[in-house]
């Protein structure tokens, strides 16, 4: 059945076909008797390999370390490994593939450079491959790919034919009924879809088979199939994969999507999309800045979460990938269609890698903001329902959607209000508090949260007269550089 599948989309799935892409440094190569690490540096030819997606969980696996490098090359120790290493050799040698790649064993764990090269690679790695196994049930290597299946749930997952009358005048017609969620139970909701590594393996990897609980899956760019339907499972609002013709849709469900995925350690959590947003970069061209695109920055801004917890106060406030929770990207959809103006425009972006990879973990930001609007102090009057809360700022009260990228259980007054984008009755911008950091220029601020205001006129603004202090900004903004208002100025975002 696999077989099938895998030489059928081979064959006939033009879209599906790998392009021209980096191979991974190191390879686990078998042949009849043992398996044993190799390097492709050596090979002559671009070999078919496999990847395998799968969760670490808290049990110890076979790692590849500096000191036993030389003895991999020799033999990987098929009894040393953990079920889930066993069942994918297994699988790809009954497929027919002498070649697979496996993370802990082609990346070197106790050697920083060398895992930073290879994750920087990922795109490559699993945008090469030609199957991706994933072990979607198990939890960690201890449990493996296979499970003996109980008559009940091959029963649950079989398709019931009925007949029932169907039209005027009636006639019998033959249906197949079958759960509309075994999709989004099965893969969707197993334990490997809730990591951020096997989010991104998924999306990269051109054709992937999920070993389920319950059954197998096909996932390929363009068809989906499963033991009960071998040929294609019928469309259905339950599968919620990726569609990638819309590149602006797209990335907002990567961002929901991802954000809501867990990681061993947060401060990859830009490391662990790095290869998605090479994959989008291809598509659009556009310029990648720490989770979100230069084209459309401000409006980009607008992302919103709630009660959420910060990764770490080096990351960049304004990035979305600061935060470990899940959320709410900016809906450029939206904002094109209710026509918004945006009214704070990006000057200059600064970035600090860790390495070479501009995609990879960043140490510092700073988004220098033209505006020429900076309201506040602000402050909350009372919560009215909800996020909706009647603040107040200038001496005027007004109602607004609040929300608070962080849980505050101190004093909330004092904040600033920046307006992004406006429209005809409508208002939406970020929540900030003024910082003051060693090292870093003068006028900046953080961002502590998003908000939605119904206050707005297609006159003046309400917030052209609710200027802030203004010793908190970071400069005047000249007109003959930004022309079209006066009393622009400069805030930095860190």
């Given at each position: 059945?696999?077989?099938?599948?895998?030489e059928?989309?081979?064959k006939?799935?033009?879209?599906?076909?790998?392009?021209?892409?980096?191979?991974?440094?190191?390879?686990?190569?078998?042949?009849?008797?043992?398996?044993?690490?190799?390097?492709?540096?050596i090979?002559?030819?671009?070999?078919?390999?496999?990847?395998?997606?799968?969760?670490?969980?808290?049990?110890?696996?076979l790692?590849?370390?500096r000191?036993?490098?030389?003895?991999?090359?020799?033999?990987?120790?098929?009894?040393?490994?953990?079920?889930?290493?066993?069942?994918?050799?297994?699988?790809?040698?009954?497929?027919?593939f002498?070649?697979?790649?496996?993370?802990?064993?082609?990346?070197?764990?106790d050697?920083?450079?060398?895992?930073?090269?290879?994750?920087?690679?990922?795109?490559?790695?699993?945008?090469?491959?030609?199957?991706?196994?994933?072990?979607?049930?198990?939890?960690?290597g201890?449990?493996?790919?296979?499970?003996?299946?109980?008559?009940?749930?091959?029963?649950?997952?079989?398709?019931?034919?009925?007949?029932?009358?169907?039209?005027?005048?009636?006639?019998?017609?033959?249906?197949?009924c079958?759960?509309?969620?075994?999709?989004?139970?099965?893969?969707?909701?197993?334990?490997?879809?809730?990591?951020?590594?096997?989010?991104?393996?998924?999306?990269l990897?051109?054709?992937?088979?999920?070993?389920?609980?319950?059954?197998?899956?096909?996932?390929c760019?363009?068809?989906?199939?499963?033991?009960?339907?071998r040929?294609?499972?019928?469309?259905?609002?339950?599968?919620?994969?990726?569609?990638?013709?819309?590149?602006?849709?797209?990335?907002?469900?990567?961002?929901r999507?991802?954000?809501?995925?867990?990681?061993?350690?947060?401060?990859?959590?830009?490391?662990?999309?790095?290869?998605?947003a090479?994959?989008v970069?291809?598509?659009t061209?556009?310029?990648?800045?720490?989770?979100?695109?230069?084209?459309r920055?401000?409006?980009?801004?607008?992302?919103?979460?709630?009660?959420n917890?910060?990764?770490?106060?080096?990351?960049?406030?304004?990035?979305?990938?600061?935060?470990?929770g899940?959320?709410?990207?900016?809906?450029?959809?939206e904002?094109?269609?209710?026509?918004m103006?945006?009214?704070?425009?990006?000057?200059?972006?600064?970035?600090?890698?860790?390495?070479?990879?501009?995609?990879?973990?960043?140490?510092?930001?700073?988004?220098?903001?033209?505006?020429?609007?900076?309201?506040?102090?602000?402050?909350?009057?009372?919560?009215e329902?909800?996020?909706?809360?009647t603040?107040?700022?200038?001496?005027?009260e007004?109602?607004?959607?609040?929300?608070?990228?962080i849980?505050?259980?101190?004093?909330?007054?004092?904040?600033f209000?920046?307006?992004?984008?406006?429209?005809?009755?409508?208002?939406?911008?970020?929540?900030?508090?003024?910082a003051?950091?060693?090292?870093?220029?003068?006028?900046?601020?953080?961002?502590i949260?998003?908000?939605?205001?119904?206050?707005?006129?297609?006159?003046?603004?309400?917030?052209?007269?609710?200027?802030?202090?203004?010793?908190?900004?970071?400069?005047?903004?000249?007109?003959?550089?930004?022309?079209?208002y006066?009393?622009?100025?400069?805030?930095?975002?860190?």
């Amino acid at each position: 059945m696999i077989k099938g599948w895998l030489e059928t989309c081979l064959k006939n799935h033009p879209e599906c076909r790998t392009v021209a892409h980096q191979m991974p440094s190191r390879l686990v190569f078998l042949d009849e008797n043992r398996a044993r690490l190799i390097d492709t540096s050596i090979l002559q030819n671009k070999p078919l390999y496999a990847t395998l997606s799968h969760c670490w969980g808290t049990k110890k696996i076979l790692q590849l370390t500096r000191n036993n490098m030389t003895d991999r090359r020799i033999e990987i120790p098929e009894v040393e490994l953990s079920q889930t290493f066993k069942d994918a050799l297994h699988i790809i040698r009954q497929l027919g593939f002498a070649y697979i790649w496996i993370d802990s064993l082609c990346i070197v764990q106790d050697w920083p450079e060398d895992w930073c090269a290879e994750a920087s690679k990922m795109s490559g790695v699993y945008g090469g491959s030609a199957l991706n196994i994933a072990a979607s049930a198990a939890n960690d290597g201890s449990v493996g790919c296979f499970f003996s299946r109980e008559d009940q749930t091959l029963r649950r997952l079989s398709r019931h034919r009925i007949q029932i009358p169907v039209g005027v005048p009636a006639r019998d017609t033959w249906v197949d009924c079958l759960d509309a969620t075994i999709f989004r139970s099965c893969v969707e909701q197993s334990p490997l879809a809730s990591r951020s590594w096997a989010f991104q393996e998924r999306f990269l990897a051109p054709r992937t088979i999920h070993f389920t609980k319950w059954q197998v899956y096909w996932e390929c760019k363009t068809n989906i199939a499963c033991e009960t339907y071998r040929d294609s499972l019928p469309k259905s609002k339950d599968y919620h994969g990726f569609e990638r013709r819309d590149t602006e849709l797209l990335w907002c469900n990567i961002v929901r999507k991802y954000s809501g995925c867990k990681l061993t350690l947060w401060k990859d959590k830009l490391v662990a999309i790095s290869g998605v947003a090479k994959s989008v970069h291809s598509l659009t061209g556009d310029e990648y800045v720490a989770g979100l695109w230069k084209k459309r920055l401000e409006a980009q801004l607008l992302w919103h979460t709630s009660n959420n917890e910060r990764i770490s106060s080096n990351l960049p406030s304004w990035t979305w990938a600061s935060l470990k929770g899940q959320v709410s990207p900016a809906n450029l959809k939206e904002e094109r269609k209710h026509q918004m103006n945006v009214i704070c425009r990006v000057a200059d972006i600064q970035l600090n890698f860790t390495g070479d990879d501009t995609y990879g973990e960043i140490t510092s930001g700073i988004l220098r903001l033209v505006t020429q609007y900076l309201c506040g102090p602000f402050f909350l009057v009372r919560r009215e329902f909800g996020n909706t809360w009647t603040c107040r700022v200038a001496g005027q009260e007004a109602e607004y959607e609040l929300y608070e990228d962080i849980s505050s259980s101190g004093n909330r007054d004092g904040w600033f209000i920046l307006p992004v984008v406006h429209s005809v009755g409508i208002s939406e911008g970020l929540l900030l508090e003024c910082a003051t950091v060693p090292g870093y220029p003068s006028g900046c601020f953080r961002r502590i949260g998003a908000y939605k205001s119904g206050r707005g006129t297609d006159g003046i603004p309400w917030y052209s007269e609710c200027w802030a202090d203004e010793s908190l900004l970071g400069g005047i903004a000249e007109n003959s550089t930004y022309p079209g208002y006066n009393n622009k100025y400069f805030i930095n975002l860190i």
